[in-house]
């Protein structure tokens, strides 16, 4: 039987030697390394400071905090994305306000923000679903008339560019995720970017409890002083040494991925059962995260017999995601949100099926992977 892991971290010796190196030094933490990833990260990005975090999560808790959200506060959020991007408004105590997906891409529909501004609203969460950019200038519009910050949630998005701008430029700060089926990897980490120089340097200090000077500005070691709140969301070196090596070969990375989604795709294109997300022409680039499979009427209530008939042959999937954050227990409790809610988002979570692009996947792969998912729909129906 093949083993075909949806995500698969692509580690070599150049990032083993970078990890050994900082072993055998004696700076774990505070050192060079971090520093230098984010001097990497802002280039290839083109944003002029990244700050290195010890994951998306961490930076996306540092903008709104830094923004001191609070309750009776309101944050414009799709209801189609990882639990995180609601949850750190939650721990603000600040109230996600959830808008459905439109249909081609996944993304925030766009035209349904507008009506859901209030008086309340401090800012936009945008994801740009599976790597899938959205029309930041559109959102940007909205955010200038109602003077609301944008906050890009880009988990899925190294790699992804607009008007050959790449996304998390876009908005008053950018937010990244290292996690290891990401397109690079750190173990865990992740990075926020933005241009403003009053929010970069209070990040710097919140991401490290608030101190007024890190340890390489300390004239005395150990004398320092705390003027503002923080938390302890420091990437520390051996990361950081991770994240370097890996940068080096994003664009061969991203290459692939785009390769392999145009191969799967073009397998796929004479299945009339399946529709796949995709965006990515002269204004869009992708980042080609996943390819992601929504299952038509005639065979959706069959996903999981599908899903496991696949992972009997050893092809790894995966779904995106499996609810709207809305209807996760947590939400639907506390809010008392409807299924009939984001019926968009809903159908996305409830009859898709993602299939891996990464660059660990070879022709033979994917063709493994064509053929039985035609072949294991053809038996069911």
Known sequence: MKNIPFGRPMIDDNEKNAVMDVLSGHLLVHGPKAKQFEENFANFTGEKYAIAVSSCTAAMHLAYFNWNLKPGDEVIVPAQTHIATAHVIELCGATPVFIDSEFKTGNIDIDQIESSITEHTRAIAVVH??????????????????????????????????????????????????YPVKHLTTAEGGMLI?????????????????????????QIPGVYDVNMLGFNYRMNELQAALGIEQLKKINRFLAQRKINFEYIHKGL?????????????????????????????????????IIQNLKKKGIGTSIYYPKPVPHMKFYMDKYKYNHEDYPVASQISNASIAFSVGPHLDTEDMKFIIENLKTIIMEIK
């Open 129 to 178: 679903y599976l790597g899938m950019p959205v029309d930041m200038k559109r959102i940007r519009l909205i955010a200038q008339k109602y003077n609301l910050y944008i906050l890009e949630d880009c988990a899925l998005a190294i790699g992804s560019y607009l008007d050959s701008k790449h996304t998390g430029t876009y908005g008053d700060v950018g937010c990244f995720s290292f």
């Open 194 to 218: 933005t241009n403003n120089e009053k929010i970069a340097q209070s990040i710097m200090r919140k991401r490290a409890f608030g101190v007024d000077r890190v340890v390489s500005e300390r």
């Open 269 to 305: 294109t004479d299945m009339d059962e399946i529709y796949v997300f995709q965006s990515s022409d002269k204004m869009f680039q992708s980042s080609y995260y996943c390819i992601s499979a929504l299952l038509d009427n005639s065979i959706v209530n069959k996903r999981y017999e």
